[in-house]
C-alpha cells in the first residue's frame, strides 16, 4: 500500500507541507505519470497494438470492394458487353462488387489474433515496467535530496560550533591567556568547514537538478521537496525470506511479464510461419455490370444506359483452393526465424529472471549490510558525541591545542555523515525490495 511507502520515504510520522512549492514522493510520481514522456511514448505503444488487435479481428471478415471503370477505345478491339468486333471508337463503363472470404488458411488468421492479444498485453506489462522504473528512479532522486539536505545540516551545524571555538579563541588570545596559534587552527579548521559546506551545496542543487530532470521539469524551476519530521531506520524491517521476495517478483514483476507474453507471442509467430505448409480456401463472389455504346436491340438501335444495367448483370460465386508446393523455400526459412525467435523469447525470459534475482539479492545485501553500518554508526556517534564534549570543555580551558580539538570533531562529523548516509542507503533497498514484492506499486500508479 501507498502508506508504507510514504511511511518509508516522507517520515515514519506526521509530514508537514512547509510550502507550497514543496512536493512530497507521491506528487513526484503522479505528476510523471502524467507528464513523462517515456510513460506517454509507452502508452502509445499500447494504442498501436490496440490497433493491430483490432486488426487482426477484422482479418475473420470478407472483404468487399466496389468499383467502377470508363473506357473510350479507339481501332479494332472487341466490345466486352457486345462481343463483336468494333473499329470506330467504342465507349463503355462497367461497375461491380466483389467480396471474399478467408475460409481457411492454416489457421493463420487465429493464431495472428493471438499474437496480436499477446502484443498488447506485453505493451500493458511494459508501461507498468516504465511506471515502476520510474518510481524507482525518483525514489533515488528523492532520498538523495533529503540525505544532501540532512547532510547539509550537519554541515552547518559543525561550522556554528567551529565558529563558537573561533570567538571564544579569539577573546582569549586578546586577553594574553591563549598563544595566536590555537586561533589560526581554528580559524583553518572553520575555513575547511566553511568550503565543505559549498560542496554540499553543490551536491544538493545538483541532486535537486536531477530530481527535476527526472520529472521533466526545467531547472530553475522553484523547487523544494517535503522533509519528514524524522526517519528512524531501525523501525523499517526488511523482508524475511529472500526466496519469497524472489518468488513474488517472479510472479508479478511487470518486466517479466513482458518477456512472458513476448514468448506467447513468438509461439503465436511460429505457428503463422507453419501456415505457410497448409493449403487455403477462399470463398469469392462478383456482381457486375455495364454499359456499352455500341450495344443495340434487334432492330439495331441502341439500348439505353439504364437497360443495358439490366441486361448486363452478371453474378459469380466461387471456390479456390490452393496448395503450396514450391516456393522457393520461403516457408521453411520463415519457419526457421520464428523458430529461433522463440528460443531467443525464452531465453530472455531466463535472463530476466536471473537480473531480478541479481538485483534483489544484492538489494538485500546491501540493505542489509547499511542496517549493519547504521547501527554499528549509531552506536560509535554516541561515544564520539561524549567524547567531543570532553575535547570541547578541554580545549576551552587550554588542556588540548587546537589539533586535537579539530581531530575529535572531524571524526564526530565523519560519523554523523556516516550515519546518514547508511540510513538512506538502507531506506533505498528497502524500496527497491518493495517495489519487486509489488505491495504498494498498485495504488502508488494505477
Known amino acids: 500500500m501507498f502508506k508504507y511507502l510514504m511511511a518509508i520515504t516522507c517520515a515514519l510520522g506526521s509530514l508537514a507541507i512547509q510550502a507550497q512549492e514543496s512536493w512530497s514522493l507521491e506528487q513526484c510520481v503522479e505528476y510523471a505519470i502524467e507528464n513523462n514522456l517515456e510513460i506517454k511514448q509507452s502508452e502509445l505503444d499500447l494504442e498501436v497494438s490496440k490497433a493491430n488487435v483490432t486488426q487482426s479481428k477484422g482479418q475473420f471478415l470478407p472483404s468487399i470492394n466496389g468499383s467502377a471503370g470508363y473506357t473510350i477505345n479507339y481501332g479494332q478491339t472487341i466490345d466486352p458487353f457486345t462481343n463483336r468486333f468494333a473499329r470506330d471508337r467504342v465507349e463503355n463503363s462497367n461497375f461491380g462488387v466483389r467480396g471474399d472470404l478467408d475460409l481457411f488458411s492454416g489457421l493463420r488468421n487465429i493464431n495472428t489474433y493471438k499474437q496480436s492479444e499477446y502484443d498488447y498485453k506485453a505493451s500493458e506489462a511494459a508501461l507498468e515496467n516504465t511506471k515502476y522504473e520510474m518510481v524507482l528512479s525518483l525514489s533515488q532522486a528523492y532520498l538523495q535530496v533529503l540525505f544532501n539536505i540532512e547532510n547539509l545540516r550537519v554541515a552547518n551545524a559543525q561550522a556554528d560550533i567551529t565558529q563558537d571555538q573561533v570567538d571564544r579563541t579569539a577573546k582569549l588570545v586578546a586577553a594574553g591567556t591563549a598563544p595566536r596559534a590555537n586561533l589560526l587552527d581554528v580559524e583553518a579548521q572553520l ?256
Do not use: C
Not at 368 to 386: D, F, N, P, V
Not at 418 to 446: H, P, S, T, W
Open 191 to 446: 575555513a575547511q568547514e566553511q568550503l565543505n559546506i559549498v560542496d554540499v551545496e553543490n551536491r544538493l542543487t545538483i541532486s535537486r537538478l536531477q530530481l527535476l530532470q527526472l520529472l521533466q521539469l526545467p531547472g530553475d524551476t522553484e523547487f523544494n521537496i517535503v522533509e519528514p519530521d524524522s526517519i528512524n531506520a531501525e523501525e523499517i524491517v526488511l523482508p524475511p525470506n529472500i526466496d519469497a521476495t524472489i518468488q513474488e517478483a517472479f510472479n508479478n514483476y511487470p518486466s517479466l511479464k513482458q518477456a512472458e507474453y513476448r514468448l506467447q507471442s513468438a509461439h503465436s509467430s511460429w505457428a503463422i510461419s507453419k501456415s505457410g505448409y497448409s493449403p487455403s480456401l477462399t470463398l469469392s463472389g462478383s456482381v457486375g455490370t455495364g454499359y456499352s455504346e455500341g450495344r443495340t436491340d434487334l432492330t439495331g438501335e441502341s439500348l439505353s444506359f439504364s437497360d443495358q444495367l439490366d441486361l448486363n448483370l452478371n453474378r459469380s460465386l466461387s471456390l479456390t483452393l490452393a496448395v503450396p508446393i514450391f516456393n522457393r523455400l520461403n516457408t521453411v526459412t520463415s519457419v526457421s526465424r520464428a523458430k529461433i525467435r522463440y528460443e531467443q523469447a525464452n531465453t530472455a525470459i531466463l535472463q530476466e529472471q536471473q537480473r531480478i534475482r541479481q538485483t534483489i539479492e544484492q538489494a538485500y545485501a546491501d540493505a542489509k549490510a547499511a542496517g549493519k553500518r547504521y547501527q554499528a554508526t549509531e552506536k560509535s556517534l554516541k561515544s564520539l558525541e561524549l567524547s567531543f564534549q570532553y575535547s570541547q570543555k578541554r580545549f576551552d580551558v587550554g588542556t588540548i591545542n587546537a589539533v586535537d580539538f579539530n581531530t575529535s570533531k572531524t571524526n564526530l562529523t565523519r560519523a554523523q555523515s556516516d550515519l546518514v548516509r547508511a540510513k538512506y542507503e538502507y531506506l533505498f533497498r528497502y524500496i527497491i525490495l518493495k517495489v519487486y514484492q509489488g505491495e504498494f506499486m498498485n495504488d502508488l500508479i494505477n
